[in-house]
């Protein structure tokens, strides 16, 4: 056979669209393929894509993962250990800006606690546990600021506020 136009045919056979509403003669006569009353027989009726029959619908059903698009203004405190001071020069200041800019940590307030050893002279101006506090000392260093020196200066901004 030799390949023309009139000939042509689709790899698929198509089925005719259902053309309904057409009268008796097109073969949905009557109620036309749509059943007896109701609203999927009326003309726009029907409902929205999702739809169950006014229960809760299975998308709301299922747990969402939440994104990590809220952050509470009172944040805890981030805990570092003494070991992680390690990354610093003997002789350096360490400030919540410099743990920041080391990348240890990413946001305030720290405090260190005494996992661990240190091996250089550090002067610590964040607050420090009493364990964390010795082993400082003991390297040669000197602490500035301790947990309970903080805990004094809010409740002094408290009490100054009120």
């Known amino acids: 056979m030799i390949l023309t136009l009139h000939n042509l045919q689709p790899a698929v056979r198509r089925k005719p669209r259902k053309r309904v509403g057409r009268g008796n003669a097109a073969g949905q006569g009557t109620y036309a393929g749509r059943g007896l009353k109701g609203q999927h027989a009326r003309t726009g009726g029907g409902t929205?894509?999702?739809?169950?029959?006014?229960?809760?619908?299975?998308?709301?059903?299922?747990?969402?993962?939440?994104?990590?698009?809220?952050?509470?203004?009172?944040?805890?405190?981030?805990s570092i250990n003494v070991d992680a001071l390690n990354i610093f020069g003997s002789g350096e200041t360490v400030t919540l800006k410099s743990l920041?800019?080391?990348?240890?940590?990413?946001?305030?307030?720290?405090?260190?606690l005494g996992a661990g050893e240190l091996s250089k002279k550090l002067t610590v101006k964040i607050p420090v546990s009493s364990s964390a506090r010795a082993k400082i000392e003991k390297a040669g260093g000197e602490v500035t600021q301790s947990a309970k020196q903080k805990v004094q200066n809010i409740n002094k901004l408290n009490t100054t506020s009120a």
């Open 48 to 78: 929205r894509p999702g739809f169950e029959g006014g229960r809760t619908t299975l998308i709301l059903q299922t747990p969402k993962m939440r994104g990590k698009g809220f952050k509470p203004l009172l944040r805890k405190e981030v």
């Open 100 to 112: 920041i800019d080391r990348g240890i940590v990413s946001y305030g307030p720290v405090k260190i």
